[in-house]
């Protein structure tokens, strides 16, 4: 970030987009230095930083582009396993509101995953995709519900991102999200059709495994570690537990 320009006025500074893009990078990791180093160099205001971003355009569902940036990213890479990843999917409650996109010139806050829907979306659902052995991460596409998101739709996202993710050079080996019934009903659904497949072509699978297949690639399905404890703790508040011990079943309260 050039240094000279401070002695310009604020309103004759000109920065590159590689300015701007560190600006942005800086902004995101710290908000309160951003505002200090300010002081010190010529970074762009906050204002300044939105409106950069505002020109980029980021739409619901699949977005090619990163799928594309991901590609050419992976050949970066000097270490197959660094490739391998987790999918990771999460959804939230949201206000429902209705919006105007001045951009596209179309009113927003309907369900996005039909075509012309009229109903309102009040919940939001994220995939994103983490590396293993590296620390990446790439959030890969967002979509608005009008409840919560249905078991088919999410079993039929997680294929088709395991494959474009693998076209794009990144290998996904597990599944994490939390316990909600949909999504166990959308990871059993994979798992069983796994093993439907197994039988048809005479392979074997156990009834304990748990774990399905996307194009040949085994993927284990896990239930998010700090859910699970929430899980534990909401049963045994509401709950006795009963253990063995000493040749005598225990109540503990």
């Known amino acids: 970030m050039p240094v000279g320009k401070c002695e310009q006025k604020t309103k004759g500074r000109r920065y590159t987009e590689n300015d701007k893009v560190f600006a942005l990078a800086l902004l995101k990791q710290t908000g309160p230095a951003y505002k200090y180093l300010s002081n010190i160099f010529s970074l762009l205001s906050r204002q300044t930083i939105l409106k950069f971003l505002s020109k980029i355009t980021i739409r619901h569902g699949f977005n090619n582009v990163i799928f594309d940036a991901l590609k050419a990213e992976s050949k970066n890479f000097k270490n197959d396993l660094d490739k391998y990843g987790m999918l990771i999917l999460d959804e939230m409650s949201i206000l429902t509101q209705l919006g105007y996109n001045r951009k596209d010139d179309k009113v927003v806050g309907f369900d996005t995953t039909e075509t012309d829907s009229s109903e309102f979306a009040n919940h939001a659902q994220v995939f994103m995709v983490r590396g293993i052995r590296q620390r990446w991460k790439q959030p890969m596409l967002i979509n608005f519900h009008a409840g919560p998101a249905k078991s088919l739709y999410i079993a039929n996202t997680i294929k088709t991102l395991v494959k474009k993710l693998k ?74 537990l009963v253990y063995f011990s000493n040749g005598k079943n225990k109540i503990a309260k």
């Open 167 to 240: 076209e794009a050079g990144f290998i996904v080996c597990s599944v994490i999200c939390d316990q909600g019934t949909n999504n166990c009903a959308a990871l059993s659904s994979l798992v069983k059709q796994t093993r439907e497949e197994k039988l048809r072509r005479g392979e074997e699978m156990d009834i304990s495994e748990f774990f399905f297949e996307v194009d040949g690639q085994k993927i284990i399905p896990l239930f998010d570690p700090p859910y699970l404890i929430k899980c534990v703790r909401n049963n045994l508040l509401k709950n006795n």
